[in-house]
């Protein structure tokens, strides 16, 4: 099992920047993806990005040239750097690390994007 932590969210006004962070803990194998989902009120559970053990990232159409997702494998760390946000982009953030198909997820972090 897998444990992960978030930390980065909180409150930026319309157009500001934040940087969620996630480490992993456990058992890491080394064929895996890291990323990132969000669920705001309401809403469903969505993928905003990911990215797999060799680099290759995906993201949500609505978040791109936007937001930006690395990953630190000798620290077993996510990031997800967000600019330009917009209200919209409200929700929790939940991180999430995938492989040999077992998901295990964080507490989430909440994010709020408001003036």
């Known amino acids: 099992q897998v444990q992960l932590v978030e930390s980065g969210g909180g409150l930026v006004q319309p157009g500001g920047s934040l940087r969620l962070s996630c480490v992993a803990s456990g058992i890491i194998r080394s064929i895996n993806t890291m990323g990132w989902y969000r669920q705001a009120p309401g809403k469903e559970r969505e993928l905003v990005a990911s990215m797999n053990y060799d680099g290759w990232a995906n993201y949500a159409d609505s978040v791109k040239g936007r937001f930006t997702i690395s990953r630190d494998n000798v620290k077993n760390m996510v990031y997800l750097q967000m600019n330009t946000l917009k209200p919209e982009d409200t929700a929790v953030y939940y991180c999430?690390?995938?492989?040999?198909?077992?998901?295990?997820w964080g507490k989430g972090t909440l994010v709020t994007v408001s003036s």
């Open positions: 999430y690390f995938a492989a040999y198909g077992k998901d295990d």
